[in-house]
């Protein structure tokens, strides 16, 4: 077990105005999904979370309804300020993109024909598409302390993968599906550690 001296310093922001501008940073930085960048910035450089705490965070976002990053703000922010926080973390997390996007909207129908503007959005695409692969490479690591393992660990992210890629299943069935089975075997995983001690 590692000493005090040894272990990481956890960090937390300054004030909800240090919520806000790290959340709005975030959110213009996040072309096709903010969470790749998120990790790097709450766990890798502010140190206001821990790997594992960014995905149990992240699982709990993700069962809520709405955007994941949102939701993850408005935690984040609740956490560490109480409403304040939340309401600072989430205006940080939407004044900025809200402002570009009501400025493309109404610029789009003047360029949506070009050419240019098409093959921009396809291209688009494809990062996004990296931004979530190169995310859940970094995450997997966190998953080595999941209470499940990491062979049921990686049996779910199998399943999931058939469910929605091979199967096309409703997003909204796979979610509260798996996660209501992955709760179950996470709660008798622990049940049955307890038990040996």
Known sequence: MPSAESAPTRAV???PLDLFLTFTVLALQGFGGVLAVAQRELVDRKRWLSREEFLDTYSVSQLLPGPNIVNMALMLGDRFFGWRGALAAIAGMLAAPLAIVLLLAA??????????????LRGMG???AGLMVAMALKLVGG?????????????FVLATIVAIAVLRLPLAWVVPGFG???WSVARWRLWQAAQRT
């Open 143 to 155: 998953l080595r302390r999941n209470p499940m393992g990491p062979v049921v660990c990686a049996l």
């Open 126 to 128: 494809a990062v996004a």
């Open 13 to 15: 922001p300054a004030s």
């Open 180 to 182: 209501a089975i992955g």
């Open 107 to 120: 610029s789009y129908g003047q360029f949506a024909d070009q050419p240019m503007v098409d093959g921009a």
